[in-house]
């Protein structure tokens, strides 16, 4: 095939360099490119703007009927620019008739452009698509785990509540039985004392004695005490004595001469009765006076004036 016309080559060079044209087109193209440097210079200018085009970079690979439709499509394009008040110079051998070289340039790289794009952006709307899908799913997995976040925070705080309400009546029951034993122990002694006091009063060797009331005993209190030669216990039995005001006790005193020693303090029932057991010092010949004094609860040193009941032993 001899070199063809310029001009003729001119207007395939777009589609040559963005690879439209069929192999028989592009082997012509190339072969007229190889040999004239003034569309050797148009082809390497053209390749250059479809350069700066990231789409058009030649990845895209048209099957031929895309070619071809493309290509009819820059035909019809130009006839419709036939129009265009351009003087048109003669080409009576061009194929396709076209207002310039740019604007055939420009159609084709649009063209290049919208089957690259529309690739892209279908390519694009696809991955938006899955993704949008994922974001979906994930979504809805979040608020499914966030509520069951929330049912397991719901359920922790009624465990706590009931553990909270679980300890308190533990606690309670705690304090309750703590209550109970010391009741228990109290009573345990009670009837340590009673079952004491009983055996002491009724053995043979005791003895009793009634105290002497002074003015400062309540008209109807009487007090009687036992105790057994040899022996250091002391059993008081009281009646009839009001309970002792606050900041105040009643305080059994044994006196040995002009010595009076403090033996304990006697507490007074709401009934007004006083049951006391108690083990002096010494034997209880060892001392010659007995008495019950009201005394201020801190003076335990010597007897207060208030003496309620006294007898000489
Ligand atoms: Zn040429």
Redesign the pocket.
Known sequence: MTLSN?DE?IELIPAFVLGALDAHEAAHVAT?VAA?S??RAEAESFRDVVGLLPYAAGSLDPPPHVKRQLLARIAAASENAVAYPVQQPQRSTARIFLTGRWFAAALALMLALIVGLGAATFEARGRADQLAAELATSRQMLRAMEAQVAEIRRAAQTVEAQLTATQRELDETRTQLAASQRELQEVRALAGTDVQLVSFIVAPQTVSQLLGTTKHAPKEASARMFMQPGHNRLVLLIYGLKSAEPGKVYRLWLAKGDQAIAIGTVAVGPDGVAEFVVDAPEPMDAYDQVMITLDEVDTAARPSEEVIFEASL
């Open positions: 310029c080559i007229h004239c003034r569309c």
